[in-house]
């Protein structure tokens, strides 16, 4: 054995018939700038993006598919600092055209949670405020139609009980 006993030949990293599809796949693909931005998960409230991550699936899908939903969350939470592009990847066999759109926004919420107040996005803390506010305004619109239809009906009452005043006093 004059070679020291190594093999010869090369290593399945050395051969371009065993290379990393994956990163192939990366290389020819396309990304938004906003995929070179990282993010620290442990600042970010999950469950608000947990429920945002339903709910376009949902709306994607037209069902609920747990299977696919856990897959994200679990991609997600394996690493403090995700890879985005690679969760496009991985989306696209589920969500087909829609993989791209899905992660774009899904990247934006979470680099809003990360710098916003508790972890939550601004955007849903933003809709959230919309959301009771329009609630505050069609409370207020109700008490105002029934303070008016108050008025309304007592100015009546007044109107029959100054007609029935006005008959007494012709009858006497």
Known sequence: MGDGGFFKGTSSEQDNRFSDKTKKQLKNMSFPSIFN???????????????WIRKRVIEILGMEDDVLINYIYETLEESSSPDPKLLQLNLTGFLEKNAASFVHDLWKLILSAQDGIAGIPKEQIDAKIKEIQKQEAERARIANELLLRREKEENERRERERIREKEKKRRA
């Open 37 to 51: 931005k990282k993010v620290n998960l442990k600042k970010v409230n999950m469950p608000t993006i947990q429920q």
